[in-house]
């Protein structure tokens, strides 16, 4: 049996843990291509206007799983106690049902962190007994699966590449997360961290290769490098808890590389149509701007043009250099060069 697992959203965090429950119950999983100029198309075809990028790129890449017996679309509600995941994660299945050539059967499930490890466990009992699975092999398949999506998220950290960790999450060899010095730091590069969802800051065709981009100019920390214990801290201070668990993982991360003065700038990635970054995004902004921290946003759509991003790109790193350069540099009036030039 093959199960189809389009490269999107999800992929980006979960993978690890769906590829070692199906290849333990002896089902193929079968991903889409990288994403290309055809998929997205198909995906602003399939999916609905208002929609936001990484739902489209989803449709696209439904259209390009073929010879397979089922597309797999889990529903995920929440990963953890106390959140959820965002509106438009929560409509999948339906809201991506017209990208679903004809004929061909979706197989889902609810997973509700939330209700508990025995509650989702029972939802993966049922799942497997569509597939013709006994409980006992479910039951194995799931610690299988969670020991491939423990060893990903152990092999975060500094220097950490996407790619290469999925690979190996995998496998049955440990995976030694990077220790601090993974990104060999060099006093004289920049370090510049990219804030966003991981489905953006990964999906090099999407983001037009920023990540690569930067990362030959400076040294790049991302929201997943941060340990949820950090994540925590960091929100204290907020009057009201953030209901999504991507957006507290983005805002608590965000706001640690605000205070970290070894980071010389942020470039917050977002989406148009994201109704959760339209929030955290302005947070995240204020809190750079109180601490007069480098910040940039850059927001990306389908028509967004690599020209463009590139001019922003090497404006803002000048900015940022120049800033390090002049930053001890008090004039006559008592007020530090480019104090007010934070923001392109
Ligand atoms: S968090 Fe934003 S980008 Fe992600 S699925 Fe929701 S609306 Fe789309």
Redesign the pocket.
Known sequence: MKIGFPRA?YYFEHFPFWAGFFNYLDIEVVTSPSTHRQIMDEGLKKASDE?????KLLAGHIRFLKNVDYIFLPRIVSVEANTY?????LGIPESVLPAVPEGMNVLTVTLNWRNGKRQVLKELEVLGSQLGKSKSDVRKAFRAGLECQHKYQDSMGAGWEFEKSLRESNQPSIIKKPKDGGLNPDKERLRIALVG?S??THESYANLNLLNKLREKADVELVQNVNSEDVESHLSELRKKIF?S??KQIFGAGKKFVLDQKIDGIIYL??F?????SMIQELVSRKARENHKPYMVVTLDEHSGEAGLVTRLEAFLDMVERRRAHEGYVSTYGKCLDRDSNAL
């Open positions: 959203l929609t936001c990028l990484p739902l995941t965002c509106p438009k994660f969802h489905y953006l999504w991507h957006s977002t989406c149509g994201c109704g959760t970054d």
